[in-house]
């Protein structure tokens, strides 16, 4: 992937899931990767498997609502590696209720992180990089869910529609500095997350109705779209947000799953 090699990234919720699999992506790439989460024993679990694979990595505690907490990542960054060259705007929660029972603290709590730690992330992230003045790439993550809507989860929602223009508004504001802001939008991919809505075959085949391609996502299928974003490979994007979803957003039916087949 052009011009990754040796290039710094940090990425943040990098610890599991979607995260870890950008660091991989990005570091199989030439990458040095910089995990921030505020898991710190999957942190560490992290970090050692991808100095297992050659990738150079190391790790920062953060929790992205907290400004003090982005910016010693950002220095983190460039403590161990010298620089840094690409962010992975990616930590995320999602709390569920119905709308007339959702509280304020689990909305607030879902904004705090999703929309508000991408904001600060962006900010920190591109301070760095300016002052570097050799431009750079972020990459903030949407999801479906910022065009389409599930009653149960409001807040998510409503951060992953604010994810999308915020990417564009942090892509107006950062292209005379040479740094590009795209969003990835995933659909249904086997995390954990979905691991604990989706605990047998009929939940299961409720998602796969709304794929056309019938099957969840590999993590790794959305890190390498992000490292696709990140490198030169993409260096007339920016602005834009890059849907990862088996076709879910394409349609407007139910595709059948098939009786004989087990999906899993």
Do not use: W
Request: charged share 20%.
């Amino acid at each position: 992937m052009a011009g990754l090699a040796n290039k710094v990234a940090l990425i943040t919720g990098g610890a599991k899931g979607i995260g870890y699999a950008c660091a991989q992506a990005l570091g199989r790439a030439g990458a040095k990767v910089l995990l921030a989460d505020v898991d710190t024993a999957a942190l560490t679990k992290a970090e050692q498997e991808l100095r297992g694979e050659g990738i150079a990595a190391s790790t920062a505690v953060c929790d992205v609502g907290d400004k003090a907490q982005v910016e010693a990542a950002v220095a983190a960054a460039v403590s161990a590696f010298g620089s840094l060259d690409v962010a992975v705007c990616n930590a995320g929660i999602v709390r569920a209720a119905g709308f007339l029972e959702m509280s304020e603290e689990d909305f607030d709590a879902v904004i705090r992180v999703n929309l508000k730690g991408i904001f600060l992330t962006g900010q920190a992230a591109a301070r760095q990089m300016v002052a570097q003045g050799r431009g750079g790439a972020i990459v903030t993550m949407s999801s479906v869910n910022g065009l389409t809507a599930i009653p149960s989860i409001c807040g998510y929602n409503a951060s992953k529609g604010g994810v999308n223009n915020l990417t564009r508004c942090m892509a107006l504001a950062l292209a005379p500095h040479k740094i590009r802001v795209n969003a990835v939008g995933p659909g249904s991919i086997r995390t954990d997350v979905l691991a604990s809505v989706v605990s047998d075959k009929a939940a299961m085949d409720k998602v796969l109705s709304r794929t056309p391609m019938l099957r969840v996502a590999e993590p790794i299928e959305v890190g390498n779209v992000v490292k696709f974003l990140c490198s030169d490979d993409a260096s007339y994007m920016t602005g834009q947000v890059v849907y990862v979803d088996g076709g879910r957003l394409a349609l407007n039916y139910t595709v059948p799953v098939p009786e004989q087949e087990e999906q899993s």
